[in-house]
């Protein structure tokens, strides 16, 4: 990039948008000088130009026409912001193709075409960045390319979802269930008015799979692990976890190396109150990662939102216009060609949650099906406070196998003491 | 670096090159996969090259002849681990003239010369690589210059000496004196046999030094600033500070713009039991960094140590070898030439613990004192259950001024009811 202007064309005047837009208003100097060259935001195309966004931009920059950007020969890198496959895909290709450097931060995209976007970025010798895609603000891709390179990791955990990560906060802060607070969230902006791919945890999954490839160098699509969101998840759970056990609940990502396997899951997950992660709350991230070198590391900062995002988008500019044919490996080169562990064969302490009628014998019928699948107990707490006919009894197992723990609720949930279907959380164990 | 073959020098061979050895044991294939090329650790100068270090090396490799490194034209990369000013300065100098590489965890020096250091390299066409020096492992330095680019930083904490925390942590968890906890720490190699340097806070305070470049574009020397270590620290104050009014005891650098002044101290600092800073135990290190666009962002891992600190130095190698011409900024080009804060104007809230003998119209006394400079309390409470003739009276403010609190405490500890000097210890406030 040895042009001593460098134009940039931005698609998608959304909230991260105009947090890119704020970005240059207000830090354009220090951006030049640690440039050294003059940087202009020539276009910013979206369906809707005229809507007022709160940011000051000159009208003639605004346009509808996505040729604007993506045929200007004069603009060298395109930020692509209007997120999801299509058209974000096809004009990610068409940008690249036409030898501009594209910066985005779509996950969803990326979670599902990174062969094809990343292959066509090498064949036309222009770079893909996307810092912003993990974490939001968050310096975590770089890191992990490049600071930690030396390193095999073992294990990357990662609260990465800011709505849940608010959410399970909130009902632990203040005993609420999951609608109050997500009845809140939304009018505070945290989550939007269609919740599902927060909170079902699909958001946390297409992250994992990119921290996946750069961690491990191995791809793998959604349908190829287990992803669980906090929907099941209730105050009661929080409460007793929380007081009686000393673990706090979070929606968590992990990838792992473990047993010559590659295990990768998003669930619930219960984490001891004095692990690091434990103290990512509200609307924080925080990815935990363990190398073979380095050992722990954390990351933790703003994962979504106008200018932590933009902030990351715009690092990734100035990484590109000063770096522009940088050396980058994304994970290691040769693919970790572990199996990928079923879910069945997953290895964990488990939290259950029963709900059955106080009944002498209950105990003694859990205890004789968990013996069977060879599940053994930590503990066994009942709560005689509760004033409902069904009373809550609280389980955590030593290590089990998850179908061992599947099955064994199958049939605890048979039997007539039982009233509603059981809970499960997996346990924190790194 | 067109060549095939990288060759690397390494200067020093104690515990952080043992490192460095390690992973070239035990990682190179890694390595060498990500970079495309042939690294060999060509040649070890120490001037022990006899003692058994417990990693594998073949023994013509070891030298005691700087020369064998300094002047051999196929070495590409040095790394300069003795630590120190001399002889390590002129090796790096000599490195940098002779057209070599750098990469070095040595803070003290780069603290102390760093003009001097990066305008060798700069002239000679190398790069000075020194991820290693503040944070050990942590990725740290390239986040700041990189991926953080964008933003103007208000203000830099960091928790960066794993010897003092791992003291304060101790002190607190087992309610032990700082003498006893630091004999612990000498024996499990937390500390070294003379830990002024670790336990005065001048270790911390060269961190800052490097920090406060890379954050604000300022350098400055030790003296123009405030440094203060641990050792008035008592178990009672921590006891205290953490049970009553819900702080945790922490070595503080603080570097952070206020009132269009550059404010860089190190002191003890009570920091709030949920910020995420109190969460950093042990001998880790934490740097939480507020950024106008990113917000809030803390770094976690291991500050120290040999396999964490050789995960930053060869992190440092890989960088330079895949991007030998990466243009780097040392902070914001245009340095922030506020005027560096005095002591005496900072702002803070103060714990203070007087030692009194119990007798009426201490109170009375003191809040005179107090008053007659400003300082209003947010707390006063005294423990009765101290069974000594002088009792301790904790004492919280609200906001005041450094010089009117010591101008304050001065007056006090005149009083004829006041037995011992006062402790003071400054509030996080961020």
């Given at each position: 990039m040895n042009e001593k202007t460098i134009n940039i064309g931005l698609i998608g005047f959304g909230t991260i948008g105009s947090g890119v837009i704020e970005i240059f208003n207000q830090n354009i100097d220090l951006i030049q000088e640690k440039v050294g060259k003059e940087i202009i935001l020539k276009k910013v195309v979206d369906l809707d130009i005229t809507t007022d966004r709160g940011v000051e931009i000159s009208p003639e920059k605004l346009s509808t026409d996505i040729d604007e950007i993506l045929e200007d020969p004069e603009i060298s890198i395109v930020i692509e912001l209007i997120g999801g496959y299509e058209p974000a895909f096809s004009f990610i290709i068409k940008a690249l193709k036409n030898g501009k450097n594209v910066v985005t931060a779509n996950k969803a995209l990326l979670a599902k075409y990174w062969k094809e976007v990343i292959s066509t970025a090498e064949k036309n010798n222009v770079r893909i960045a996307f810092e912003a895609s993990v974490g939001g603000g968050i310096p975590l891709l770089q890191p992990l390319n490049e600071s930690l390179a030396a390193n095999n990791f073992n294990g990357i955990y990662g609260i990465i979802n800011g709505t849940a990560n608010y959410i399970l906060s909130k009902m632990s802060e203040k005993e609420l269930n999951l609608d109050d607070v997500l009845k809140e969230a939304q009018e505070k902006g945290?989550?939007?008015?269609?919740p599902t791919f927060d909170i079902e945890g699909h958001d946390t999954a297409q992250k994992l799979i990119i921290l996946t490839i750069l961690g491990f160098g191995t791809y793998l699509t959604q349908d190829k692990f287990h992803v669980e969101g906090i929907?099941?998840?209730t105050p009661l759970d929080i409460k007793f976890t929380s007081k009686n056990l000393g673990y706090v609940t979070k929606l968590l990502g992990i990838s792992r190396k473990i047993d010559g396997e590659l295990e990768v899951r998003v669930h619930p997950t219960l984490i001891p109150?004095?692990?690091?992660?434990?103290?990512?709350?509200?609307?924080f991230n925080g990815v935990y990662l363990i190398g073979d070198a380095v050992g722990p590391v954390m990351m933790y900062g703003q994962g979504a939102g106008m200018m932590p995002t933009a902030s990351a988008i715009m690092g990734d500019c100035i990484d590109i216009i000063n770096n522009p044919n940088k050396k980058i490996n994304y994970g290691p080169p040769k693919k970790i060609e572990e199996r990928i562990k079923s879910m069945d064969d997953v290895v964990s302490k488990y939290y259950i949650r029963l709900n059955a009628i106080d009944q002498p014998g209950v105990l003694h019928n859990l205890s004789g099906i968990l013996s069977n699948f060879n599940i053994s107990l930590e503990s066994v707490n009942q709560d005689k406070n509760e004033k409902n006919d069904a009373i809550p009894i609280f389980l955590v197992t030593h290590k089990a196998y998850e179908k061992d723990i599947r099955n064994a609720i199958n049939e605890i949930d048979q039997l007539p003491q039982i009233q509603a279907p059981s809970t499960l959380i997996r346990i924190l164990d790194e």
């Open positions: 945290y989550a939007e008015q269609d929907t099941q998840i109150h004095n692990h690091l992660l434990a103290s990512v709350n509200d609307v």
